[in-house]
């Protein structure tokens, strides 16, 4: 990890944070990474891969680890400016993405699987006849202890409650309570009072 990466990098250890295969930090001066636990980049990278994994942050942004988190191989995180992101304990599997305009946080113990995408944002303004934009930016929450299945997709001013599943292929549009199973396009409560292991 270069100079200018640890630069920005709060109360930096030289255990806190590592990287296999081609890890690429694409960090504006002004972004802040403030690292309270181990964050691994390009996990459980294949023999012989050159697959990339990507953190870009821009002006402003921020990045909080609180748990030992693993962003595997060939995922991408991207932090707007402005936008906070706050990591618990767990994992991003491989081709997922993570992009941040506002907040999105995510407790410990979730267990994110491929090609899962995470957006706080459309990242495109729709405007209604007066100038006003109608799609503003909202929060997403990921509980503690969270399994989100293949290729699932979540949306901005969501809420995953604690012990909830998020079914392969789901696009979450809606608060999910804790505890439960959602599933479909938009996701929807399929099953309440279970627990996974």
């Excluded at 995510?106 to 729709?126: F, K, N, P, Q």
Aim: charge should be negative; glycine fraction near 12%; proline fraction near 4%.
């Amino acid at each position: 990890m270069d100079g200018e990466v640890c630069k920005i990098i709060k109360g930096m250890q030289k255990d806190h944070i590592s990287t296999s295969g081609r890890v690429i930090f694409d960090l504006h001066p002004t972004a802040s990474i403030e690292l309270n636990a181990h964050l691994s980049m390009g996990h459980n990278l294949r023999t012989g891969s050159n697959a990339e994994t990507y953190l870009k942050m821009h002006a402003e942004s921020g990045l909080i680890v609180n748990g030992n988190f693993k962003v595997f191989y060939g995922s991408s995180i991207e932090v707007f400016p402005g936008g906070v992101l706050t990591l618990g304990n767990g994992y991003i599997n491989s081709d997922c993405v993570i992009a941040c305009a506002n907040r999105i946080t995510i407790g410990d113990g979730a267990a994110i699987a491929r090609g899962v995408l995470i957006y706080d944002s459309d990242h495109h303004r729709i405007i209604d006849e007066q100038g006003n934009q109608m799609n503003p930016t909202a929060p997403v929450l990921i509980g503690n202890h969270v399994w989100i299945g293949a290729g699932a997709i979540i949306l901005k001013g969501v809420t995953i409650g604690d012990g909830a599943i998020i079914a392969a292929g789901a696009v979450v549009t809606r608060d999910v309570p804790p505890g439960c199973v959602a599933a479909g396009n938009p996701a929807k409560v399929m099953k309440e009072n279970v627990d996974w292991k």
